[in-house]
């Protein structure tokens, strides 16, 4: 380990504050570090992992997958990127998917398709894509600009023009900021994931879907931490009983490996034509072909599954001593304890659980096929080290 930390150290980036850990090696939920030291993953790759480490359906797609074409370019039909784009669509109402490789990537997308969409539809001065105070988009300049907190702005200006910020939950002056910005798009996260593990409200979430059809401006859904079976639905706007117009996710959806993807609805199916967007990776057949088996998992009987998990987690956790606050929802989980949040997770860490943090919380976002009696032991180990 202490060569490995040299060498990365040294030789990568200093962009990371890594934990000092090496893994090596995983199956589902648990994961090992280089001395064979067993954790419980309750972090998936940053939600990424949906069906955990090398999860044998995802690894035999994969592999069939792999030994038979990795990587044609858009130049050619391969079909698991048409079949997965039909499950996309079959399951989500939407009408067509344009394939990236990451979850800035995929806002990117539906960001582009936004301003096309309205400079043909109302002018070219309706570009402004209005988003919500402490969310987060992305590093992209462009999803940085439409991230809103600022202290992920202040050192790379100028950042691309065209993003306005308002209060969450705050209808009057969402669509205050939407009309007096002509804005092209409204963009929102249904739960914002790096902002704290926060659900918007029921209310204001339709009330911002009525407004925008109104006004023909596009709500734009970034599903790229809360998709892909993360809440208990397919996506997370399901819960709240709404339509996007575009909808942006990634994380998940290739259970491990890189895939973004943009799901467009009946406004937006053609505004992106022919040279207007494109991508040399994405739809690769590779993590397609791995996310589809991700998909055709994710069933009515797992997302019970995922709420059935989820009320065990939010009734363990709630009212535990040291933790002030349970947030989220299905297996998207904000733990506001009473001791700073990256204490708790060094602890957790020490006692064999990975877990994250968001804001001042620590969170959870463990696999969604994550066994009862794993999930259990986890967040016994997770309340004791809140105290
Ligand atoms: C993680 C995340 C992103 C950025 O995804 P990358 O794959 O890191 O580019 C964008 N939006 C939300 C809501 C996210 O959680």
């Known amino acids: 380990m202490k060569d490995l930390k040299t060498l990365d150290q040294q030789y990568v980036a200093n962009t990371y504050a890594r934990f000092p850990v090496e893994l090596v090696s995983g199956k589902g939920s648990l994961v090992y570090d280089e001395t064979g030291k067993e954790y419980i993953d309750m972090g998936s790759g940053i939600g990424v992992t949906a069906f955990g480490i090398a999860d044998d359906g995802w690894q035999a797609a994969v592999t069939a997958q792999l030994g038979k074409l990795q990587h044609m370019s858009n130049l050619y039909y391969t079909e698991p990127c048409a079949k997965l784009a039909q499950i996309l669509c079959e399951r989500t109402g939407m009408k067509k998917v344009f394939f990236c490789n990451s979850g800035a990537e995929a806002n990117e997308g539906a960001i582009k398709a936004a301003r096309k969409y309205a400079a043909e539809k109302k002018g070219p001065e309706y570009y402004t894509i209005v988003t919500m105070e402490n969310s987060f988009h992305g590093r992209t300049l462009t999803t940085l600009a439409a991230t809103g907190q600022d202290h992920y702005h202040e050192l790379f200006q100028p950042l691309t023009p065209g993003f306005v910020h308002a209060p969450a939950n705050n209808l009057e002056a969402v669509k205050t900021a939407a009309l007096e910005n002509k804005a092209a798009a409204v963009m929102i996260e249904c739960i914002q994931g790096e902002g704290g593990v926060i659900p918007l409200e029921k209310s204001f979430v339709q009330g911002l879907a009525a407004f925008c059809k109104e006004e023909d401006i596009l709500l734009l859904v970034d599903e790229v931490q809360t998709g892909n079976g993360r809440t208990g639905a397919l996506y997370a706007y399901m819960n709240f009983g709404i339509q996007p117009d575009v909808v942006s996710t990634a994380k998940g959806i290739g259970g491990g490996l890189p895939l973004g993807a943009v799901l467009f609805g009946e406004k ?79 602890t957790c860490m020490e006692n064999g659980v990975l877990c994250l943090t968001a804001k001042d919380k620590v969170r959870l976002l463990p696999a969604l096929n994550i066994p009862k009696d794993v999930l259990a032991k986890a967040i016994e180990i997770v309340k004791g080290a809140c105290v």
Do not use: Q, W, Y
């Not at 939010?314 to 606050?325: D, K, R, T, Y």
């Open 268 to 346: 937006t199916e053609f505004t992106l034509g022919h040279g207007d967007h494109g991508s040399t990776f994405g739809g690769n057949p590779v993590c397609c072909a791995g996310a589809i088996s991700i998909l055709e998992r994710i069933d009515d009987d797992l997302l019970a599954e995922v709420k059935a998990k989820s009320e065990m987690a939010f009734s363990m956790l709630e009212g535990a001593p040291g933790v002030e606050a349970v947030s989220g929802m299905g297996l998207m989980i904000g733990i506001k304890t009473a001791k700073p949040a990256a204490d708790v997770v060094k």
